[in-house]
């Protein structure tokens, strides 16, 4: 108990979240109301879409994701979704946050890309304001749209980039390597843009090597299969590359079943730069404290093991040096 109040008063950064899995059920039937779009939404009630997060593995979660994506039209929609989160991250005590949105889910549905990132934008203000969370925004290309769609939404989002910080990239992972995505991936390097990508969550080690390699990324994002690639786990320590590890996503998408706990054991004792966030809080059972909470009960971690995550992910943002040092 005295850990979780530790916990709970640390002021936290988180480096993995997808806006569009901090959609509360409640939120989505609001939103879809409002919009006169109830009958798109992939249940009929609350009781039904709480009884649907029940995941066999990461493309199961993915098409109810995006089907709940189907609430969110207008911009003040984009805007109540972010200041939702905002106001979770600070019952966490988060004070800092990265956040990853999905530009293709929402102009696949002739949502105007402008209507999405303003309605962020403006909660990301205000929150800086009134909560004192400060925040990046980081545009995730869909892979499973393929390179083209990637390159094509980059370009649109050119007149936006003052209010962007990186490129990532994610969606269904098997079956699209990181190595198709080089290109865009250099053209985002070339605009200035910071670059993250989801990379051995469900893929092979091999995946995390592409990253690394080919899209010259700043972050992994999970790379828990690394732990399958010795080679891979002693280069990660020799770069000081971050991994974004999301303990409930993991859990809830059944990666590494039934040994998650000793592979999140060995992970940590790697020594590799492990940073721990909530990914789809939304979707998985909790918010960022959730996650450390999991992490303390399943795994016994020690209140300096748990101060030592939390520096990492200072360390890992994209904040300016001098501020991170202020939080380790
Ligand atoms: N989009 C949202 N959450 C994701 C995850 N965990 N992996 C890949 N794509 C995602
Ligand atoms: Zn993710």
Redesign the pocket.
Known sequence: ASLGRFLACLPKAELHL?IE?TLEPELMFELAQRNNVLHTLPCKTLDEMRAAYNFED?QSF?DL?YAGCAALICEQDFYDLTMAYFQRAKADNIVHTEIFF?PQTHTLRNIPLRQVIQGIARAQKEAEQSLGISSGLIMCFLRDQGPEKALQTLTEAEEFLEYVVGVGL??T?LGNPPSLFQGVFERAEELGLKRVA?AG?EGPAEYIWEALEKLRVQRID?GVKCLEDTKLIGHLKDINMALTV?PL?NLE?KIYTGQLEERMIELLGTGVLVTINS??PAYFGGYINANYLWLIQKLGLSSQQIADLHANSFKASFLPEETKTKHC
Do not use: K, N, V
């Open positions: 997808h899995g990461l993915l994701y999905d994610d969606s992972e989801h969550e999970h999301c996503s998408l990914d789809d």
